[in-house]
C-alpha cells in the first residue's frame, strides 16, 4: 500500500461539513510528513459541487452521482473498499457522525485493517502512527498504535481546526465507477426543526443545563439566570429526551452547533458529542459537582459545586453588580 490517505466527505445541501475540513486539515499534516498524498472522495447528487471546495485534497473521487444527496450506508461502504483497493490507500479518516455510524467497523471487516473509533487525534510518535481514542465519554484517553501506519480512523467532530483544511485550490477531479449497490436504507428529504422562540445559534451568553439540573421544575431558575445576564437557555441532550426543554434549545452533534461568547455550562458531563456543538464559544465556565467530568477538560474556568447552588450565587451577583453601576 501508498501512503496516501482517502478523507470521506460529508455535507449537507451542498456543503462540506466542518468534520470535513478537520479530516482534510490533518490528513495534509500527515501526508506531509508521510510522503503520501491526500485523496477525499465525496458522495451523491451533490459531490461536483461539494468537490471544488476541497481544495485541500489533492484529487477528489466523485462517485454515485446519481444518488441521494445523502448515499445509503451500503454505497459508502462499497465506494470506500473500492478506493481503498484500487489506489492502495493506507489509511482512511471518517467522520464520527450519525450518517458515517457502523460504516468504520464494517468497512475493517472487508479491507482487514484495523479500526479505531472516536478518535480525538492523531500523531507521528518514532515514525508510527498513534491515535488517541476517548472512550467512555471522555473518560479514558487510549493511545492506539496502528501497525505499518495503516487503518480505519473515525474522527470525532472538534477534534482539530477546521480552517487547515479549507482551501480555494483547485483539486484534480476523477470519477469512480460502482456497480449496483442495493441498499436497506434510502435517503428521502432533510426536515429542519421549526424555529422556537429563541434562536439560540444568534445568542451571545447561553446557560446551557444538563442532567446536574435534576428534574424540569429547576429549568425555570436557569432561565431566570439566563435573563438576568442576557442570554437564553440551551440544554445538552438528556435535558430535551426528557421533554424539559424543545430540540431547538438543544447543543451538539444532533441538535445545534452555537458559538457564544460565554457559555455557562451546569451539570453537562461533557461528552464529545455535546462538545461538537459548543467548540465555538469563545468562552466556556463549567459547573459539575464531578471533578473528573470531561466537561472540564475544555472548560476556561469551572467549579465543582452542585449548580442549583451555583445559579442562586450567580444571579445575586449578577444583580447586586447591575444594581451598582446604575
Not at 139 to 156: E, W, Y
Request: charged content about 20%; hydrophobic content about 45%; aromatic content about 4%.
Amino acid at each position: 500500500m501508498s501512503a496516501d490517505i482517502l478523507v470521506l466527505s460529508e455535507h449537507i445541501q451542498g456543503k462540506p461539513l466542518d468534520v470535513t475540513f478537520e479530516m482534510l486539515g490533518l490528513a495534509r499534516k500527515l501526508a506531509g510528513e508521510l510522503g503520501g498524498r491526500v485523496c477525499a472522495l465525496a458522495l451523491g447528487a451533490q459531490a461536483a459541487q461539494v468537490a471544488s471546495q476541497l481544495g485541500a485534497a489533492n484529487v477528489v473521487i466523485l462517485a454515485a452521482e446519481d444518488a441521494p444527496e445523502q448515499p445509503a450506508p451500503e454505497v459508502a461502504l462499497a465506494a470506500l473498499q473500492t478506493c481503498i483497493e484500487s489506489k492502495g490507500i493506507s489509511l482512511v479518516l471518517l467522520g464520527g457522525t450519525n450518517a458515517v455510524l457502523g460504516i468504520g467497523a464494517r468497512l475493517a471487516a472487508r479491507t482487514r485493517l484495523p479500526f479505531v473509533n472516536f478518535c480525538k487525534g492523531i500523531r507521528l510518535d518514532n515514525g508510527t502512527l498513534l491515535a488517541t481514542s476517548a472512550l467512555l465519554g471522555g473518560k479514558i484517553m487510549s493511545d492506539v498504535r496502528l501497525p505499518d501506519n495503516k487503518g480505519i480512523l473515525s474522527i470525532a467532530s472538534g477534534s482539530a481546526p477546521a480552517d487547515a483544511g479549507r482551501s480555494t485550490k483547485a483539486p484534480v477531479i476523477e470519477k469512480l465507477a460502482l456497480p449496483s449497490v442495493p441498499a436497506k436504507v434510502v435517503f428521502r428529504r432533510l426536515i429542519e426543526p421549526a424555529g422556537g422562540d429563541v434562536d439560540i445559534t444568534k445568542m451571545d451568553i447561553l446557560v446551557s443545563v444538563g442532567r446536574g439540573i435534576q428534574n424540569a421544575d429547576n429549568i425555570p431558575l436557569a432561565d431566570e439566570l439566563a435573563k438576568v445576564m442576557g442570554g437564553a437557555v440551551s440544554a445538552s441532550r438528556p435535558v430535551v429526551d426528557q421533554g424539559w426543554l424543545p430540540l431547538t434549545r438543544q447543543v451538539g452533534k444532533s441538535g445545534m452547533s452555537v458559538s457564544p461568547k460565554l457559555y455557562l455550562a451546569l451539570g453537562i458531563s461533557g461528552a464529545p458529542e455535546h462538545w461538537e456543538g459548543m467548540k465555538g464559544a469563545q468562552m466556556v465556565v463549567a459547573i459539575n459537582t464531578d471533578p473528573k467530568a470531561p466537561i472540564f477538560n475544555f472548560a476556561h474556568y469551572g467549579a465543582t459545586v452542585d449548580c442549583l447552588e451555583f445559579i442562586e450565587s450567580m444571579k445575586a451577583a449578577v444583580e447586586k453588580r447591575k444594581s451598582s453601576s446604575s
